[in-house]
């Protein structure tokens, strides 16, 4: 897996935000709160759409509007108010939009609790769920899936990570230990090919660098990337 952040994308005057366009959906990251993403999926085919973690949910609103596309879902990687505080605002707006959360996380609002393997639509937008307990105890992943080449049906293009993956890190244990977060991401997430890009909850890139640059000082690589994590910040 690889950041978005690292991959090409354009400019989308819509939503006056850069997008990537996958196989099958729009992915629109949308900087909330202080150091928060939340996210806007776009199916390209019915032009319904779903919204990640919107923690903003007047930010969301105007998004939508301005792609003039339909809400009918609500994607909450875990419960915290950072993530799921604009759900009852954005349920009350969209009467009948499907608020989907972990099951036994709580998430505010939430119409349809999910666990590990099931599966959603988002349009002709396939969403399956991956469960990432550790952050809290029913933090869940979206892995958005578009169409495969030479004989293949889906491939993993996206994963909305919450606060289980960033950039140079990965989310506090607040519910979880150590070994709770490898399973997470090195046997449950372990299917989803280095292809695919991912949607982290926050930018914390810089800090993580600098904290590997402390536990590896001289590491080329670590240098590498940091370097590269303040440039990018620099041109925001």
């Not at 982290?200 to 080329?220: D, I, M």
Request: aromatic letters at 8%; charged letters at 20%.
């Amino acid at each position: 897996m690889r950041s978005w952040r690292s991959s090409l994308f354009r400019y989308d005057n819509l939503a006056s935000l850069y997008a990537l366009y996958g196989a099958v959906c729009v992915q629109i990251p949308v900087p909330i709160l202080a150091d928060n993403y939340g996210y806007m999926i776009i199916d390209r085919a019915t032009k319904q759409a779903a919204v990640v973690d919107p923690a903003d949910p007047r930010l969301m609103e105007q998004m939508l509007e301005r792609r003039k596309v339909q809400l009918t879902t609500i994607l909450t990687t875990h419960r915290h108010h950072d993530h799921a505080g604009g759900n009852l605002e954005l349920k009350k707006k969209f009467p009948g939009v499907v608020v989907v959360g972990g099951k036994g996380d709580n998430v505010a609002g939430v119409t349809k609790e999910v666990s590990d393997g099931d599966r959603l639509s988002i349009g002709e937008t396939l969403v399956q769920i991956v469960e990432t307990p550790c952050h809290t105890t029913g933090h869940v992943v979206f892995v958005v899936c578009g169409r495969g080449g030479a004989g293949v049906s889906e491939v993993a293009e996206g994963v909305f990570s919450g606060d289980t993956l960033f950039i140079g890190g990965v989310g506090a244990f607040f519910h979880g230990s150590e070994i709770d977060m490898h399973k997470s991401i090195n046997q449950n997430l372990s299917w989803v090919p280095d292809s695919a890009l991912v949607f982290c909850g926050h930018e914390y890139t810089v800090e993580n660098c600098r904290f590997a640059e402390w536990l590896e000082p001289g590491n080329p690589l670590v240098l590498a990337r940091s370097s590269w994590a303040v440039k990018r910040r620099a041109m925001k």
